[in-house]
């Protein structure tokens, strides 16, 4: 059984066929994610298939993604704590100006959609799966639309709906300025606070002794030291902070004083020339313990991944090169894309943090068969091999030297490798070498 049908066998379109062709689509455009639907496709036949999905207006973009929600509720059921992270991205269409239904992006002359998911992260930092996004094109100036702050509050209540359904395991929202918002305060006050919030500050919020909230701090409760990732002209550095904490309650707007605690990380000593990093943070949860709050800076700095996740979407799938013509064939087409995105990053975040798992977790017998046969040329082991090793194997085949200074594949690395590793599964299958495969037990993920 493929990754695809375990993950969407359970479609309910309301014809299996159409699941059938789900799964199909999905198996194919993972084996290629970098190509155009045609290009992944293999004959007129089976383009011809994948365009009657996207095409098909009985078929909602939301249908396609309920059985991979379905699963990632199941893996989110196996932690106490799951760090549900949001954040906002424009997908931008200008090249392809006859796609009917896009908005404006930043400025009139650019148009295209925004998406604002929801990406489930284990406190590790596995990638559990996508459990909701916004799909939106903006309105025309002038006219009358729903305020795009509403997607933070309905983020949230969406996980708290889901908190209701995993009594197990307390979900935590975490986001960044954009989403500091008093309604979102006071909405998950209201409710009952069904899952915690850790949200980055930027207003300086007024108390309800009058005074304002980031002038009031007195005390480091202890220092908290991590390194900070390379970027685009920024290098790895060391960052050492001092981290203070209150609980405070902020001024009533309309629904009353609420409570709050306030979580300041101030970089001391930074290099000659570089800003400090400050973090300054709000949550509903009651901490006191240096411990505590350096936990929720580091479930804070798992928002990383959700970076990389819309950069595996965008440069791993290339979703804003696809010409589907009309808005609603781009959002079924997306749907599938982020499920593809989110399994390159399971195989970037599963294959660091727990690489001794059987890598038949993730890979089919034929794919760690094909991949040890190119890379060693003698015959596959009967046992299958660890995860580390196969997800090693596989960013060698896209272009990882996999050096001792170089660290786990990236995701360029795998999502190339993972087109090599189908290549060579279609190959030895041409040969007959696979006449007798084996399967993987039934499951998600």
């Given at each position: 059984?493929?990754?695809?049908?375990?993950?969407?066998?359970?479609?309910?379109?309301?014809?299996?066929?159409?699941?059938?062709?789900?799964?199909?689509?999905?198996?194919?455009?993972?084996?290629?994610?970098?190509?155009?639907?045609?290009?992944?496709?293999?004959?007129?036949?089976?383009?011809?298939?994948?365009?009657?999905?996207?095409?098909?207006?009985?078929?909602?973009?939301?249908?396609?993604?309920?059985?991979?929600?379905?699963?990632?509720?199941?893996?989110?059921?196996?932690?106490?704590?799951?760090?549900?992270?949001?954040?906002?991205?424009?997908?931008?269409?200008?090249?392809?100006?006859?796609?009917?239904?896009?908005?404006?992006?930043?400025?009139?002359?650019?148009?295209?959609?925004?998406?604002?998911?929801?990406?489930?992260?284990?406190?590790?930092?596995?990638?559990?799966?996508?459990?909701?996004?916004?799909l939106?094109?903006?309105?025309?100036?002038?006219?009358?639309?729903?305020?795009?702050?509403?997607?933070w509050?309905?983020?949230?209540?969406?996980?708290?709906?889901q908190?209701?359904?995993?009594?197990?395991?307390?979900?935590?929202?975490?986001a960044?300025?954009?989403?500091?918002?008093?309604?979102?305060?006071?909405?998950?006050a209201?409710?009952?606070?069904?899952?915690?919030y850790?949200?980055?500050?930027?207003?300086?919020r007024?108390?309800?002794?009058?005074e304002?909230?980031?002038?009031?701090f007195?005390?480091?409760?202890?220092?908290?030291?991590?390194?900070?990732?390379?970027?685009?002209?920024?290098?790895?550095?060391?960052?050492?902070?001092?981290?203070?904490?209150?609980?405070?309650?902020?001024?009533?707007?309309?629904?009353?004083?609420?409570?709050?605690?306030?979580?300041?990380?101030?970089?001391?000593?930074?290099?000659?020339?570089v800003?400090?990093?400050?973090?300054?943070?709000?949550?509903?949860?009651?901490?006191t313990?240096?411990?505590?709050?350096?936990?929720?800076?580091?479930?804070?700095?798992?928002?990383?991944?959700?970076?990389?996740?819309?950069?595996?979407?965008?440069?791993g799938?290339?979703?804003?090169?696809?010409?589907?013509?009309?808005?609603?064939?781009?959002?079924?087409?997306?749907?599938?894309?982020?499920?593809?995105?989110?399994?390159?990053?399971?195989?970037?975040?599963?294959?660091?943090?727990?690489?001794?798992?059987d890598?038949?977790?993730?890979?089919?017998?034929?794919?760690?068969?094909?991949?040890?046969?190119?890379?060693?040329?003698?015959?596959?082991?009967?046992?299958?091999?660890?995860?580390?090793e196969?997800?090693?194997?596989?960013?060698?085949?896209?272009?990882?030297?996999?050096?001792?200074?170089?660290?786990?594949?990236?995701?360029?690395?795998?999502?190339?490798?993972?087109?090599?590793?189908?290549?060579?599964?279609e190959?030895?299958?041409?040969?007959?070498?696979?006449?007798?495969?084996g399967?993987r037990?039934?499951r998600?993920?």
């Amino acid at each position: 059984m493929s990754w695809a049908e375990a993950e969407l066998g359970g479609a309910q379109l309301g014809d299996q066929r159409l699941t059938k062709r789900l799964v199909k689509l999905v198996d194919t455009l993972s084996a290629a994610p970098t190509a155009s639907i045609p290009a992944a496709c293999r004959g007129w036949a089976e383009t011809k298939a994948a365009y009657r999905l996207l095409d098909n207006d009985a078929v909602d973009w939301r249908d396609l993604l309920e059985p991979h929600w379905a699963c990632s509720e199941q893996r989110m059921s196996a932690y106490e704590r799951v760090l549900c992270i949001q954040d906002t991205t424009e997908l931008d269409f200008t090249t392809h100006p006859g796609t009917a239904g896009l908005g404006r992006l930043n400025h009139d002359a650019r148009q295209g959609l925004y998406l604002h998911p929801t990406l489930a992260v284990s406190p590790e930092g596995v990638a559990l799966g996508v459990l909701d996004a916004w799909l939106w094109a903006r309105a025309a100036r002038g006219e009358v639309a729903v305020p795009e702050s509403r997607r933070w509050i309905e983020g949230y209540e969406r996980i708290g709906e889901q908190g209701d359904r995993l009594p197990g395991t307390r979900l935590v929202y975490v986001a960044d300025r954009e989403a500091d918002i008093r309604d979102l305060i006071d909405t998950a006050a209201r409710l009952g606070h069904p899952a915690d919030y850790l949200v980055r500050a930027y207003h300086d919020r007024s108390l309800a002794g009058g005074e304002r909230l980031w002038r009031s701090f007195e005390g480091a409760l202890g220092r908290v030291r991590f390194e900070l990732p390379a970027q685009p002209g920024r290098a790895a550095r060391l960052i050492t902070q001092e981290v203070f904490v209150q609980r405070v309650t902020l001024a009533d707007r309309g629904h009353g004083e609420q409570p709050v605690t306030a979580i300041l990380a101030r970089e001391i000593d930074p290099p000659a020339g570089v800003k400090p990093i400050e973090w300054r943070l709000l949550t509903n949860e009651i901490l006191t313990t240096l411990d505590e709050v350096v936990e929720r800076i580091d479930w804070y700095r798992k928002r990383w991944l959700i970076e990389i996740f819309f950069r595996i979407l965008k440069s791993g799938c290339r979703v804003e090169a696809q010409q589907l013509a009309t808005l609603e064939r781009l959002e079924r087409g997306l749907a599938i894309y982020l499920i593809i995105a989110w399994r390159i990053l399971l195989l970037v975040t599963l294959g660091r943090e727990v690489p001794e798992l059987d890598c038949e977790v993730l890979f089919t017998p034929e794919e760690w068969r094909a991949a040890w046969i190119v890379a060693y040329h003698q015959t596959p082991p009967e046992t299958p091999p660890p995860l580390g090793e196969m997800v090693a194997l596989v960013g060698r085949f896209g272009g990882h030297l996999g050096r001792k200074h170089d660290g786990p594949p990236g995701p360029k690395a795998l999502w190339q490798g993972l087109q090599c590793v189908m290549h060579y599964v279609e190959a030895l299958q041409a040969v007959g070498h696979f006449d007798d495969p084996g399967t993987r037990g039934e499951r998600c993920g």
